[in-house]
């Protein structure tokens, strides 16, 4: 398999991936308004740090799609 | 069509000018509409950071409106609430309508008068001994303000209301 192909794969790949803790994010904060409008304020913190660590993968997936382009682009010009 | 007409939307072919509508707005649309998964990725991550943000809004937000008004005020005289009847008055500040409630059963109840749907005035009624939101026909227990009916799915804040020497007193918000 080319690089190109299996570049395009794996760009789809995080790319539904990032999506899929998007949308996961998207649920703990109607989630969290949820429970700041019934009084249930223990979830709310728990809540905030899942989304933070959904940030942090986003974040990790991001880098590695920066590192992958700069690795092939070294070898495009090797 | 006239040749008139047929110059004027898709450019002269004597002289070569462009069309009118692509003199007024010269956006490429092609380029303006391809967004890479690189592009795409990025965005998201960064829809990502501002849903964290939010969340965190969300989680520091309960110090807003957290209902924790231990104020006493006097709401008047027991007498004045008959039997299965009900009055309004504003608790904690003037902002904020109340009703209470006397049941059939003779307990007494008060709620925040403010629909946890869309906030309209709730209201009691006396022949089905509910609590009625007149605007989406939302219907809530009397004994509990949980909602029973229609588009509400939380339940009324309830005012603790105390009896001292036959007077009325709401003393602050039940958990």
């Known amino acids: 398999m080319s690089l190109r192909t299996q570049g395009t794969t794996l760009f789809t790949a995080i790319l539904v991936l990032v999506a899929t803790t998007v949308v996961l994010q998207l649920w703990l904060l109607t989630f969290s308004m949820e429970a700041l409008l019934r009084g249930h304020y223990s979830t709310l913190i728990p809540a905030a ?13 991001l880098r590695y799609v920066f590192r992958f382009d700069r690795e092939a682009q070294r070898n495009l010009e090797r | 069509m006239s040749p008139e007409t047929e110059s004027k939307m898709d450019g002269c072919v004597a002289c070569g000018q462009t069309a009118c509508s692509q003199r ?18 990025k965005f998201l991550t960064l829809g ?23 104020q006493v005020k006097l709401l008047g005289p027991a007498k004045d609430l008959e039997q299965n009847g ?8 003037a902002e904020s309508p109340c009703i209470a409630i006397r049941t059939p059963e003779g307990r007494f109840v008060a709620y925040s008068q403010v629909c946890t749907h ?16 007149p605007c989406h026909r939302g219907v809530f227990d009397v004994n509990q303000g949980t909602p029973v009916a229609g588009p509400p799915t939380r339940s009324l804040p309830r005012v603790k209301l105390e009896l001292r020497d036959d007077q009325f007193y709401a003393t602050g918000w039940k958990a």
Request: charged share 20%; proline share 3%.
């Open chain 2, 48 to 70: 990502s950071f501002l849903l964290a943000i939010a969340n965190w809004a969300t989680a520091f937000g309960k110090r807003f409106v957290r209902r924790d008004s231990t």
């Open chain 2, 118 to 133: 869309l906030s309209c005035a709730v209201v009691y009624d006396k022949a089905e001994n509910q609590i009625v939101c």
């Open chain 1, 49 to 61: 740090i899942a989304s933070t660590v959904l940030l942090a993968i986003n974040f990790g997936l």
């Open chain 2, 86 to 93: 009900y009055m309004l008055f504003r608790y904690p500040t």
């Open chain 2, 24 to 41: 007024d707005f010269p956006i490429e649309w092609e380029g303006d509409h391809y967004v890479s998964r690189r592009e795409m990725v």
